[in-house]
């Protein structure tokens, strides 16, 4: 079974949703991964050192690019764009499945 590299491609600041609803303690950028941070999941498991809560979100995408699948609305074959759905502070992962 293929590995399959997650990148982080972007943490993105919802402003106005974070201004009205973010407890006063909360960091506006989420901390728990850097913009760049490389993670290999292998055999389908959570890669150490990798957000538990993102992987609740982008588990499933990377399920199906380890078993082989694709995603027809992407244009390279093997990739796939997910993310973590904290509506605070999202952060966006680019999926390759390397063979």
Same mark, same amino acid.
């Given at each position: 079974?293929?590995d399959v590299k997650?990148?982080? =491609?972007?943490?993105?600041k919802p402003?106005?949703?974070?201004?009205?609803l973010? /407890? +006063?303690?909360?960091n506006? !950028?989420?901390d728990?991964?850097?913009?760049?941070?490389?993670?290999?999941? =292998?055999g389908?498991?959570?890669?150490?050192?990798?957000?538990?809560?993102?992987? /609740? +979100?982008?588990?499933?995408? !990377?399920?199906?690019?380890?078993l082989?699948?694709d995603?027809?609305?992407?244009?390279?074959?093997?990739?796939?764009?997910?993310?973590?759905t904290?509506?605070l502070?999202?952060?966006?992962?680019?999926?390759?499945?390397?063979?």
């Amino acid at each position: 079974m293929p590995d399959v590299k997650i990148t982080v =491609v972007a943490k993105l600041k919802p402003g106005e949703v974070f201004a009205e609803l973010a /407890a +006063d303690t909360t960091n506006p !950028v989420c901390d728990a991964v850097e913009t760049g941070k490389e993670y290999l999941s =292998v055999g389908m498991a959570i890669p150490e050192g990798f957000c538990s809560w993102a992987w /609740a +979100d982008i588990q499933r995408d !990377v399920a199906h690019l380890a078993l082989g699948g694709d995603f027809r609305w992407i244009n390279k074959p093997g990739s796939m764009v997910s993310c973590c759905t904290d509506g605070l502070r999202p952060v966006v992962f680019k999926l390759e499945r390397i063979e």
